[in-house]
């Protein structure tokens, strides 16, 4: 495991209506107290197709893989500081195996869709994109264009 990285199996209660999974829960010990959704969005990715990786300075993602469709997520321990600096994961999730991710500052990460159909996801950062307003930078540090960039989805 990489310091700081969260990664939660999730459980889908089910009944004759379908089913209701928790994706956060502020009163959940495993979150740190200083984390709050600040927005929330759905994504949907095209069978084999990637998203990532990069990082944030001082965002945090959550990320939520219920399904349809199968990811495999790559996270990389990119903060000087950490105990586990230079640590990789990887980890499939999705329909078949829920799960929820944060990935804290420094941590670069990146996802790809392995299934047959769109995957979709659900993100809810702990901070605005662009700041309010969409006015300040994008905390954001592309890694996917850069040809030495030691992160890479295979």
Not at 3 to 18: A, P, S
Not at 92 to 110: F, I, N, T, Y
Not at 144 to 149: G, K, L, M, R, Y
Request: glycine letters at 8%.
């Amino acid at each position: 495991m990489i310091h700081g990285v969260i990664i939660k199996d999730l459980k889908k209660f089910e009944d004759n209506r379908g089913w209701l999974a928790e994706i956060y829960r502020e009163d959940d010990p495993e979150y740190s107290r200083d984390y709050r959704p600040a927005m929330a969005y759905v994504s949907v990715t095209q069978p084999g197709i990637a998203r990532g990786p990069h990082e944030h300075k001082k965002q945090s993602d959550l990320f939520v893989f219920l399904g349809p469709g199968k990811f495999r997520l790559y996270l990389w321990d990119n903060r000087k500081q950490s105990p586990t600096f230079g640590e990789k994961m990887e980890i499939e999730a999705g329909e078949d195996a829920p799960k929820m991710a944060v990935a804290p500052p420094g941590v670069v990460h990146g996802y790809k869709c392995v299934s047959d159909i769109p995957g979709w996801v659900i993100n809810l950062p702990d901070a605005l994109y662009a700041g309010k307003g969409r006015k300040e930078p994008v905390d954001e540090i592309r890694r996917e264009s850069d040809p030495q960039s030691p992160f890479k989805i295979e």
